[in-house]
């Protein structure tokens, strides 16, 4: 595709439940972001990517919190029993190179009931 | 530690006008430095990067400048539209390849 694609753009779920977040990063970029930000915040970083290269798991807020990637493709966020401290918009990034521009995707606004 | 503050945090100014945000950061110790902009509701747009070795790169009616040493970015907005209302972010990559951000500049453009 031309862009990053997430999906779903919308989830609704209930505390307790797994979810799963999905991020398609713009093809051949080695480079891939998590994000969240909650409702008029900042960007929280949650987890950086690079080619084959360990992630940066350093700004998941806890446990429940985890994320692939499989090479340099599709990445899924999962957040385990989800509190309502977790709605927020999840947004993906990717670049083709730690030294180049990034591209977001539209987010995924998660709102746990 | 590095840490991105940008100045105001909010701007209102008539449509038409010159404006210039500002974004500074506490070590000169970056890779490069990246404007965004962010529509309510929706992902960020990137505007403008500049390496560490450059010192502007200009799309359009932006301009952006980078000085290093002392650690601030502007971004000039020329001849503004209405378009032009976003909060305007800017982000620093430092040494680890970490992404390092501001707070945000909410601008808008008045009619």
Known sequence: GAGVSQSPSNKVTEKGKDVELRCDPISGHTALYWYRQRLGQGLEFLIYFQGNSAPDKSGLPSDRFSAERTGESVSTLTIQRTQQEDSAVYLCASSLSPNEKLFFGSGTQLSVL | ?111
């Open chain 2, 1 to 111: 530690k590095q840490e991105v503050t940008q100045i105001p945090a909010a701007l209102s100014v008539p449509e038409g006008e010159n404006l210039v945000l500002n974004c500074s950061f506490t070590d000169s110790a970056i890779y490069n430095l990246q404007w965004f902009r962010q529509d309510p509701g929706k992902g960020l747009t990137s505007l403008l990067l500049i390496q560490s070795s450059q010192r502007e790169q200009t799309s359009g009616r932006l301009n952006a400048s980078l000085d290093k040493s002392s650690g601030r970015s502007t971004l000039y907005i020329a001849a503004s539209q209405p378009g032009d209302s976003a909060t305007y972010l800017c982000a620093v990559k430092d040494s680890n390849y970490q992404l390092i951000w501001g707070a945000g500049t909410k601008l808008i453009i008045k009619p």
